[in-house]
C-alpha cells in the first residue's frame, strides 16, 4: 500500500510540474470576470449602491476597536530643560497651551506638562484590566508623574498606572523630550484599559470580512445571494449598541455578526477577490511576471495569447500572493491576458513584451505617492494616455511598509489602471522600511513584488538602448548607503564594467535619496553626502545620463558639471504631503517646483526628451539630451 501511495505522489508531483510550463487552453467557461477598473479619483472616491452599504457599516464597526482608548488633553510645553517646572501646581511663565500632535523645530530639549485627572472609565465602559499610559513621538522621553522621574522612553511606550492612580486623582504628569535632530515631536499620550483593548482582534476580524463583502460587492458583476442582507444585518446589530457601556453586551455582539457574517468565507472559495493587482513586472524581451493578490488563498493561473487567449500558464498552490512568471514569449509584442484565480478573474488587459535595442520608447519616473492616493490615482490618471513603455517608482511607495493595509491602498490600487498593462519597476524608499531596520527583508515588499534581483533590492536592467540600475540606500545595517565595503557599492563597480552597460546609448540611476536637493519642511536637509563622496563620481567618470530620486517631496533639477553633465532629477511629488522650505542652494541644482508631478522621459534612437507634468497637465520643466 505504502509504495502505491508513494507512485500516487509522484504522479501528483509530476501533475503539478507540467502545470507549471505554459500549455494550450482557453479558460473555463465557469470563470467570472470581475467588472471592470474605474478611476475612483473622478468620483471623489466614492462608492456606490452596496459598496457604500459596506463602507457605511465598516466605519460603525471600526470604531469600536478603539473603545479601550482615550487621548490625554490638557498639555502645556515650554522650551526648558529644569525638570522642577514638572512638579504640580499652576504651569510656570513659559508654558503654553499646545494640542498633541506637537512638534517644535530645532530645541534638542523640550518640557511638556498636563494635570491629568484620573477617570473611572474610558468612553463610557468601566476600566478592566490592566491600565496604561501609552506615549508616542521622537527621540528619549522621560516621564514624571509629580515631578518624580518614573521612566524613560525611546521614541514612545507604556507606563503601567494600574492601581497607582485612583479614579478622581490628580497627578502633575511631565514629558521632557531629548531630540538632538531638530525634529522633536510628541504624537501622542493615551489612556489604555487592557480589557477593552482585547476588543479590537475580534474588531479587526470583522472589519477584514466587511472589507472582503465590500469588494465582492465592487467585483462580481453579478451580487452574490444573501451578502447585502448579511451586512445591513451587521450594520443592525452595531446600531443597536448605541448607549451601551456594558463590555460584554459589545462582545456577544460582535460574536452575533461574526456568525452573520461567516458566509464570506464561502464566497471567497469560489470567488478570492483580488485585493492587488494584476500588475505587470519584471519584463523582459522573452518574459513578464504577473502579479495579484487575493483576499482568500486560491490557485493561480494566467491565460494569454497574441490573438486569443489560448495558453495558459498556471500554478495549483493556493496563495493569496501570485507571482506567474510567463516566458518563451517573443520581442516586442502585444499579448492579451487575464488573470485567474479559482472562479474569478480580473479584468482582461494586454502586456508588451521588452522591446528590440533601437525602438523608440518612453517611461513615467515617480517617487513618493505615499499616503495619499486620492493625490495619487489623479495623477496616474495624467499617465495613462501618455502610453509609456515602462513605469518607475523611485520608492515611498507607501508611508509605513510594515502597515499591510498601505500597500493595496496607496500604491496598487491608484496604480491599477496603469501597471495592469504597463510594466513597473521599484527602487525601494526608507518609507517601504516603516517598521523595519535597515539591513532587514521588508515582508511586503517581497510578498508584492517580482525584482530581477536575487539579492538585496537592488538590480540593473536593460529595456532598448538604455541601462537601468536601482538602488537600495537601506541595504545595510546602520543603513551607511552606497559605500565601499558594502556589497551593494562593488556590485555597482562591477555594472559599471559591465558589457550591458557599456552596450547602452543611455543610462539612468534611481536612488530614492538625492546626492544634491535644496528643499525640505521641518527642519534641514541638504541631501545625501555619502552619495555625493562615494556615487557622484562614478557617476561623473562612467557617464551617467540622468539621475533619478524621491525622499525630497517636490520637483528638483539640477545639472553638474554644466553643460553637458549628468542631471539630477529630484521627482518626489506623487503624492506625499509637499516640503516647502528652500534650506540650501547647492549650485548643482538650478530649479525647484513644490508641486504634485510626475517625469515622462522618451527615447528615439540617440535623442533624450525629458518633460515634468504637474497635477493639472502642466509641463513645469523640460529639456533634451542628444548624443553625438
Ligand atoms: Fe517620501
Ligand atoms: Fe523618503
Redesign the pocket.
Known amino acids: 500500500m505504502r509504495i502505491k501511495k508513494n507512485i500516487a505522489a509522484a504522479l501528483l508531483a509530476l501533475t503539478m510540474a507540467y502545470c507549471a510550463a505554459a500549455q494550450a487552453a482557453a479558460p473555463p467557461d465557469n470563470i467570472v470576470r470581475m467588472n471592470p477598473f474605474v478611476s475612483t479619483a473622478k468620483t471623489g472616491f466614492s462608492v456606490n449602491g452596496d459598496a457604500a452599504t459596506a463602507r457605511t457599516v465598516y466605519g460603525k464597526v471600526q470604531s469600536y476597536g478603539n473603545i479601550g482608548a482615550a487621548p490625554v488633553g490638557g498639555w502645556m510645553a515650554a522650551a526648558a530643560t529644569d525638570i522642577k517646572f514638572l512638579k504640580p501646581g499652576a504651569a510656570p511663565d513659559g508654558f503654553d497651551s499646545v494640542d498633541l500632535p506637537h512638534s517644535w523645530g530645532k530645541d534638542p530639549i523640550r518640557l511638556l506638562r498636563t494635570d491629568f485627572i484620573m477617570p473611572d472609565n474610558v468612553n463610557g465602559f468601566a476600566l478592566a484590566g490592566n491600565v496604561s499610559l501609552a506615549f508616542s513621538g521622537s527621540g528619549t522621553m522621560d516621564v514624571y508623574v509629580n515631578g518624580k522621574k518614573v521612566k524613560s522612553l525611546t521614541g514612545g511606550g507604556d507606563l503601567d498606572i494600574t492601581g497607582r492612580i485612583k479614579p478622581g486623582e490628580t497627578v502633575t504628569l511631565g514629558v521632557k523630550i531629548t531630540e538632538m535632530t531638530g525634529r522633536g515631536k510628541l504624537q501622542s499620550v493615551t489612556l489604555r484599559s487592557a480589557d477593552l483593548d482585547a476588543l479590537r482582534a475580534p474588531v479587526d476580524e470583522i472589519l477584514t470580512k466587511i472589507e472582503t463583502a465590500r469588494l465582492l460587492f465592487e467585483q462580481l458583476p453579478r451580487k452574490p445571494k444573501g451578502l447585502l442582507d448579511a451586512v445591513i444585518s451587521a450594520g443592525r446589530e452595531i446600531d443597536a449598541l448605541k448607549g451601551v457601556t456594558d463590555i460584554a453586551r459589545v462582545r456577544a455582539a460582535l460574536d452575533a455578526i461574526k456568525t452573520l457574517l461567516a458566509p464570506i468565507d464561502e464566497l471567497t472559495a469560489r470567488y478570492p477577490v483580488f485585493n492587488a493587482g494584476p500588475a505587470l513586472q519584471n519584463v523582459k524581451q522573452d518574459a513578464i511576471t504577473v502579479t495579484w493578490e487575493t483576499r482568500a488563498p486560491a490557485p493561480s493561473a494566467v491565460y494569454y495569447g497574441k490573438g486569443a487567449l489560448d495558453s495558459v500558464m498556471s500554478d495549483p498552490a493556493p496563495v493569496t500572493f501570485h507571482k506567474v512568471a510567463i516566458t518563451g514569449l517573443d520581442t516586442e509584442t502585444e499579448y492579451k491576458y487575464l488573470a485567474v484565480s479559482a472562479e474569478m478573474a480580473a479584468p482582461e488587459s494586454t502586456f508588451k513584451t521588452a522591446i528590440r535595442r533601437d525602438t523608440p520608447f518612453s517611461f513615467m519616473v515617480f517617487?513618493?505617492d505615499?499616503s495619499n492616493p486620492q493625490i495619487f490615482e489623479p495623477l496616474v490618471d495624467r499617465m495613462i494616455p501618455l502610453k509609456p513603455d515602462l513605469v518607475i517608482s523611485v520608492?515611498?511607495e507607501v508611508g509605513t511598509g510594515s502597515d499591510y493595509a498601505a500597500w493595496a491602498r496607496e500604491f496598487f490600487y491608484p496604480l491599477r489602471r496603469l501597471i495592469s498593462h504597463t510594466p513597473f519597476f521599484v527602487a525601494i524608499?526608507?518609507?517601504e522600511y516603516g517598521g523595519y531596520a535597515c539591513g532587514k527583508p521588508v515582508p511586503w515588499f517581497d510578498n508584492y513584488m517580482a525584482l530581477p534581483a536575487n539579492h538585496g533590492y537592488y538590480y540593473a536592467v536593460t529595456y532598448g538602448n538604455s541601462r537601468f540600475i536601482m538602488f537600495n540606500q537601506q541595504e545595510d545595517p546602520g543603513c551607511p548607503g552606497i559605500v565601499p565595503g558594502t556589497e551593494q557599492y562593488e556590485w555597482l563597480l562591477r555594472e559599471l564594467e559591465s558589457p550591458e552597460y557599456k552596450a547602452a546609448d543611455f543610462h539612468f540611476m534611481f536612488m530614492h535619496k538625492p546626492p544634491y536637493s535644496n528643499c525640505w519642511a521641518g527642519g534641514y536637509y541638504d541631501g545625501e553626502a555619502s552619495v555625493r563622496a562615494n556615487v557622484v563620481p562614478l557617476i561623473e567618470k562612467y557617464g551617467v545620463d540622468i539621475v533619478f530620486s524621491?525622499?525630497t517631496?517636490d520637483y528638483e533639477r539640477g545639472q553638474w558639471p554644466r553643460p553637458g553633465g549628468p542631471y539630477y532629477i529630484i521627482t518626489?511629488g506623487a503624492g506625499?504631503h509637499l516640503d516647502d522650505t528652500v534650506y540650501k542652494e547647492w549650485p548643482q541644482m538650478q530649479l525647484h517646483a513644490f508641486v504634485h508631478h510626475f517625469s515622462h522621459v522618451t527615447i528615439n534612437g540617440n535623442k533624450l526628451s525629458f518633460e515634468a507634468v504637474d497635477a493639472d497637465g502642466n509641463i513645469i520643466d523640460t529639456f533634451e539630451i542628444v548624443k553625438e
Open positions: 517617487a513618493d505615499q520608492g515611498d524608499g526608507n518609507h524621491g525622499h517631496h518626489g506625499g
